[in-house]
């Protein structure tokens, strides 16, 4: 995950003229701020994007073996990872500009950067347990309960992140 701290160590020395300029300063990590915030929603669709693969894998093999009273529920879990994918590309960035009607706070900005940590995690989780389904020696409804529920708390996380930005959610989950 990109850190907006650590990127003083990697900038120019145009940067660094330019941090001088009264103003530029701020301005400055509020953009690193907006790139970090867009690199880490991208990695996390994209992380989620790649377990579509071998989902569609485990389909054909349940088709191959004539389980298709279970592709259902594949088309379920699929559905809600392509909800998750979407909202990620485009959910409101975590950060809030000059003007904007709710402004969000360098502490609430750390604390929310910290709770899109722990989303990389649980997607990084959930797509790892979706790769591991066609190896699965699982019945389908035991293999794809948990990962549902996993995808759901997902999206219950993501409203939350986005009700925060909204300023009508207090404040991060710890977890």
Same mark, same amino acid.
């Given at each position: ?64 073996? #004539?389980? %298709?009273?279970? !592709? $259902? ?5 699929? *559905?809600?990872?392509? /909800? ?43 797509? #790892?347990? %979706?790769?591991? !389904? $066609? ?5 389908? *409804?035991?293999?794809? /309960? ?30």
């Amino acid at each position: 995950m990109v850190d907006p701290k650590q990127h003083a160590s990697n900038r120019g020395a145009i940067e660094t003229i330019l941090r001088y300029i009264p103003g530029f300063s701020g301005y400055l990590e509020k953009e690193y701020r907006r790139d970090a915030d867009t690199l880490t929603r991208k990695w996390i669709a994209d992380r989620l994007d790649r377990a579509k693969s071998p989902l569609d894998t485990y389909g054909r093999m349940l088709v191959d073996l #004539g389980q %298709i009273d279970q !592709l $259902p529920m594949i088309d379920r879990l699929r *559905a809600k990872l392509d /909800t998750a994918i979407g909202r990620l590309r485009g959910a409101m960035p975590g950060y809030s500009g000059f003007f904007d009607f709710v402004q969000i706070g360098e502490d609430q900005l750390d604390d929310l950067y910290d709770y899109d940590g722990s989303l990389i995690t649980e997607a990084d989780t959930v797509a #790892g347990a %979706i790769e591991k !389904l $066609p190896a699965s020696s699982d019945p389908p *409804a035991v293999a794809l /309960t948990p990962l549902i529920a996993a995808v759901n708390v997902m999206l219950a996380k993501l409203d939350e992140r986005e009700n925060i930005l909204k300023g009508i959610g207090s404040e991060p989950p710890t977890s």
